[in-house]
Structures are given as structure tokens and as C-alpha cells.
């Protein structure tokens, strides 16, 4: 029974969501559909996952939630952005964008780096800010200096006068790709059930290569300074350049998340959708589970699956209970808010009485 | 005092600023021809009406809490406190510091839990804090959805849900301040004395405060929690004063701003509004541990004159060219890289480490 109490307890979160979700659904039972739920919920597996999974490198190296995430969509988004302004199409093109973005995402990854080792033990607020600062600059790349400094010239992706990029881009070449590759279905409550398979295999071999590298000697060098720095350092680790090394590789994989996540909706706001990222795949990370200090690839799975049931059932019960669609969407935004802020919370609080 | 000196006690970040400030005040008069009396009591209205804002973050900062990124909290008190007023019909000078007092004694409310939280949680409080910030400003549009109310002029017209988006101080108590002993300075231009009188006067006020002796326990609390300690200063409590007290002034201060503007904005408005009020004071030359009143006056003024400056001037420049309506976005951008690049040079200078 006591092992019961503490698994429970250690388990709060994800239960409290998974009573939330489940409640939410029987309250709006009458207006939604089990089927078109279920293919909703698929469809946002396999479009936020691969962001969520991104985010554990830095947390097992003790540099908590990776705000700067958002600096890693922005390349991504510089991929497609070239890509889709070459003209291209299929799936070879869907690729190329993920090869444009990796060389950008170690630049800016680097200068995240350094930016972060210098402000150790905030790094999550320095990584917030940095995004901001981030996109004032994208901004000024892509609303000011595309179409006359930056050579862009497709006209379906500029604004009317040629200067800057338009506000939405339909992502007509990469839009899909990986998704439509591999699509089957499967009967599900008298409704056919689309399972991206192509997506799935790509978000399995992330999670392989996660807990392969993991397992070497560079991630036990991780998880090293992740416990403590200190020691790390006495031992003989170079803990600038393990932690340098963790945001690389998140930088690296959030460009290829925010290409999945693009790719699978099919248009990119060109100046918002970066912003949308960082706040929702931490709270889909933390809602599974994890903590500012530990994370895992099922921490992702299933705090991605419970908070975008959430995210679907909310404005219907809502509707439902309260009478007001509008209340749900206030309401899952203030979940968002209230999960990390507790999350953090409660780290702060454990660390300091330990 | 020699002029590398001066140049040195006015600080990188301000030096920037203010020259910055110099050239696009040059640039206007020479190659615009934007009215330059109109521009300068823009400027002098916009630094009166983010300035107690900006002030509310110093005792934070006194207290040893960092920057107070949950200002918002406090916002959302003061917009609290206007609604209910604005509900009421009380206009004029009773609306505004009948919301003024309210607002102050709920921020004051807020303050106290909010310090609480922040004891629990040493060492993170600036992150905590913008979640703090953003989870009052989505738990308050759960509430504007709700409140009852009964003036219509509160709600949608048709029948729509909850309180709208933006209510309209129009004979409530719009510009009371701004306009008060207000010296006209032709055309819509004016010098807004009232304003600026209030809220140098709180600055004054705060500035006295420190000099007091619970004003001084407050602030060797936070700069040497244990030297504090052992002298005799209750650390935990005088911090908790610093939140409280800057939370009340926040709610105060969005009063203020909204009277001004002449506008009361709810739901998402406040979200973001902590980090260029925290990059105003840090541009007037506050660090993550120090900060004084004349941080709060030299950096609103320098910070909010470059935001308003600029935006005309961009428009005059640009205006009629063809295609170059995007360059329209520039202040824009402008105001996001400097607020936010000045904040994080704050976070990762060697000082605050």
C-alpha cells in the first residue's frame, strides 16, 4: 500500500491530467465524436512529439527546460523558407529543408551556448529572453531584409511590394510529405483511423538514437554534469563543452521537429509559429511527468498525448459545462501556464530544502 | 569632472540609448517634418504613463528578489480595481483613485501570497515570476469572462461573451491626470504636469521610503541577506515587504497607463508588458541587485521617448515609398531587440552571477 501512495505521488501530475482528460471527455460525450477524436489525437502525436523529445538532452544535463527551443524552430523555419523559395517539391524536398536547417541550428545553437554558460543556474529564463531577442532579429531578417539584402525571390512567398516575407506561407513543396508517404488506416468505431506511419518511424529512430547516445560515454558525461557540476568538473569533464554539446544537439532536433510540426499542418505563420513551440511542448513534456531536473523519452510520449487530448476535449466541454466555447481556450492556455509555473515551483522548493 | 568620466558614471546601456535618442531627434528635424513640440510632449506622456510601472519594480529589486517579472500580477489587480469602479459609474478623479486605492489594496493582497510563493522557491524567483505573471494574466481572462457587471458599456452589445476586449475610458475618467494643470503647447501638443507630478512625486515618495529605517532594513536585506540576519533585520519579512509594495505600485501603475492611454485593456493585453517595463529600468542603469528611483526616471524617459520617436519618424521616412510597407514593422522590431538583448546582457553579466 505505502508503494502504492508513492508511486501515486510521484505520478501526480499525469494522473491529475489523465483524470482531467478523461472527465473532460465524458462531460462532452453528447458533442464529440470518439473516432474524429481519436484521429485528432493521432494527428497531434505525430506532429508535436518529435518538438517534445528534443527537449530531454538539456534537462538531463542539468540545464532544465530549453527555452531557447524556439532559436531551433527558427532554423527550421529558415530551411523551409529556402527550400519552398527554390520551388521545390516531394519528399526529397521535405529532407532538403531538414539539411538547410542543421547548419544553421549549430550556429545559433552555439551562440545559445555560449550565451547559457554564462549565466548558469538561470539558464531557463536566459533562454526564454533569448528567444524573444531571437525574434526581433528573425523579424528583422525576414519582414525587412528578405526580397532586397536576402536573395528570395519567389514571389509566392513575399509580401506584395517584394520587401519581406508574407505573413502566412503555404507550404506547398514540403507541406504533407512525410505524413502522406505512409498513411494506412485502420477501422475504428465504424471510421476509418489514419496512422502516419512514415512520421512514427521517423519520432522511433529519434528515440532510439536518444537512448543509444545516452548510453555512451558522452551522454554518461551528461547525465554527469547534470547531477553536479562540480564533481563533473573535478573529475575531469569539460562541463562548458558537455553542456555546449546538449544544446547543439536540442537546437539541432527542435529545426527538424518544427519542420514535422510545419510540414504536418501545411502552412507556416512565417512570424508566430516559432512562438507557439516552446511553451506548449514544454508544458506537453512536463504534463507527462518530468521535472525540471529528470526526463525521459515516455515523460514525452505521454504527456504529449495527454495534453493535446486536453487541448481537443477543452473548448467542447467548456461549451458543455460552463456554456462558453471561450472559456476552454482560456482554460487550456492558463493549464499551459500553470504547469510549468508549478513545475518550477516545486523544483525550486524541493532543491532548496534538499 | 573630466568628460570620459561622465561618460563612464552614464554607463554603456544609457550612453546608447541616449545618443540613439540624439540622432533620431536630429534626424526628425532635419529631414522630416514632423511637428517636434508635438513629438517631444508624446514622449513626456508616454514616460508619465509606463513610469510608476517601472518604479514598482525597484523595491523588488531592493528586496533581493531580482526583476520582478510578475508584475503582471499586480497589473491585474489595478484592472480589477478600474472594472469594478468603471461598474460602479464612478467617473472622474473618484473613479480613478477610488481604482487607484483599490487596486493598491488588492495588489497589496496579491503581493502577500506572491511573496510567500517566492520565499518558497529562493533562488528561481525571476523565473517563477513571469509565470506568475502569465498565469494571472490567463487566470484574469477566465475571470473578464465572468465578472458580473451591469453597465452595458462593459460588456459586448450583442450579447456577447464576458467583457470586452478593450473598454473605452471616455467620460470615466480619460486623461484626468494628463490633463490636469496640463501647459498647452499649441495644437494637441501639451506638457502633461499632472502626470508627471504624480508619478515623480511616488518616486519621490519611494526614494524617502528607502531612506527610513524600515526603507533601509529592506534594502540591506537584500543586499546581504546574512550580514542582515545577524544584525537584527527580519530578512524574510522585508523582503516580502519589497513584493508586496511592488506589486501594489504595479496595480497602480496599469491605472494610471490606462488613463492615459485612455483605454482599460483586459485579457491578453498585460502578457507581455513585464519585460520592456524590466528593460526600461535596466536601461536607466539597474542591474539584477541594484536599483534606484533615478534608474526608473532616466530609463523610462530614454526607453519610451526612443519607442515613441521612432514610430513616426519610420513613417515619415518611409511613408509613400513603393513596396516598403514592411519597413513600417521597424519600431516594432526596434523595440523588441533592445528591450529584450538589454535584459539579457543584465542576466548574464558577471555582476549578478
Partial sequence: MGKLRQLALQNVVPILFTVLCVSGIIAARADISLPILANDIVTRLSRNLFLVLSLIIPVVAGMGLNFGIIVGAMCGQIGLIVVENQGASGLGAFFAAMGVSIPFSLIFGWLTGLLLNRAKGREMITGMILAFFANGIYQAVFLLMAGPVIPLHNQRILLDGGIGLAITIDLIGTGGQLDRLLRPSIPFMGLPLFIPVATFIFIALLCVALRGYLRTKSGQELRAVGQDMHVAEISGINVDRTRMRAILISTVLGGLGQIIWLSNIGTMNTFQSHEQVGPYAIAALLVGGATVAHATIWHAILGTLLFHTLFQVSPIAGQILLGSAQIGEYFREFVAYAVIGVTLALHAWRTRRS | ?353
Wanted: include cysteine; aromatic fraction near 10%; proline fraction near 4%.
Fill in chain 2, 1 to 353: 569632472m573630466n568628460p570620459l568620466d561622465w561618460l563612464k558614471r552614464l554607463g554603456v546601456t544609457r550612453t546608447i540609448l541616449a545618443a540613439f535618442l540624439l540622432v533620431l531627434w536630429i534626424v526628425s528635424a532635419v529631414a522630416t517634418e514632423l511637428d517636434l513640440v508635438l513629438l517631444f510632449s508624446d514622449c513626456l506622456v508616454r514616460t508619465g504613463m509606463n513610469g510608476i510601472l517601472v518604479l514598482a519594480l525597484v523595491p523588488a529589486v531592493r528586496g533581493g528578489v531580482g526583476l520582478n517579472f510578475g508584475i503582471p500580477l499586480g497589473m491585474v489587480c489595478g484592472l480589477l480595481a478600474t472594472v469594478i469602479f468603471m461598474n460602479f459609474d464612478a467617473r472622474g478623479g473618484l473613479g480613478l483613485f477610488g481604482s487607484i486605492a483599490l487596486g493598491a489594496a488588492l495588489g497589496a493582497g496579491a503581493g502577500w501570497l506572491y511573496a510567500r510563493l517566492l520565499e518558497a522557491v529562493r533562488g528561481q524567483e525571476m523565473m517563477v515570476g513571469i509565470y506568475v505573471g502569465f498565469g494571472s494574466v490567463a487566470g484574469a481572462s477566465i475571470l473578464w469572462l465572468f465578472f458580473p457587471v451591469s453597465n452595458p458599456e462593459l460588456i459586448w452589445p450583442l450579447g456577447g461573451e464576458g467583457l470586452r476586449n478593450t473598454l473605452v475610458l471616455d467620460g470615466y475618467f480619460k486623461q484626468w491626470l494628463d490633463l490636469k494643470l496640463a501647459i498647452p503647447l499649441g495644437g494637441t501638443a501639451f506638457v502633461p504636469v499632472g502626470l508627471l507630478a504624480f508619478w515623480l512625486g511616488l518616486c519621490g515618495l519611494v526614494y524617502l521610503f528607502f531612506r527610513t529605517r524600515v526603507g533601509m532594513a529592506l534594502s540591506a536585506a537584500g543586499a546581504n541577506p546574512r550580514f542582515a540576519e545577524a544584525s537584527g533585520i527580519d530578512v524574510r519579512s522585508m523582503r516580502s515587504l519589497g513584493v508586496i509594495i511592488s506589486t501594489a505600485m504595479g496595480a497602480v501603475g496599469i491605472v494610471v497607463f490606462s488613463q492615459s492611454y485612455g483605454f482599460v485593456q483586459l485579457y491578453k493585453a498585460p502578457l507581455l508588458m513585464a519585460f520592456p517595463t524590466v528593460a526600461a529600468l535596466l536601461i536607466g542603469g539597474a542591474s539584477v541587485r541594484v536599483a534606484k528611483v533615478s534608474h526608473v526616471i532616466i530609463g523610462t524617459f530614454l526607453f519610451q521617448s526612443v519607442l515613441t520617436t521612432s514610430l513616426p519618424l519610420v513613417n515619415a521616412l518611409v511613408g509613400q515609398a513603393e513596396g516598403a510597407q514592411a519597413l513600417t514593422n521597424l519600431p516594432e522590431i526596434a523595440r523588441l531587440i533592445i528591450s529584450n538583448g538589454i535584459i539579457l546582457y543584465a542576466l548574464t553579466r558577471k555582476e549578478s552571477a
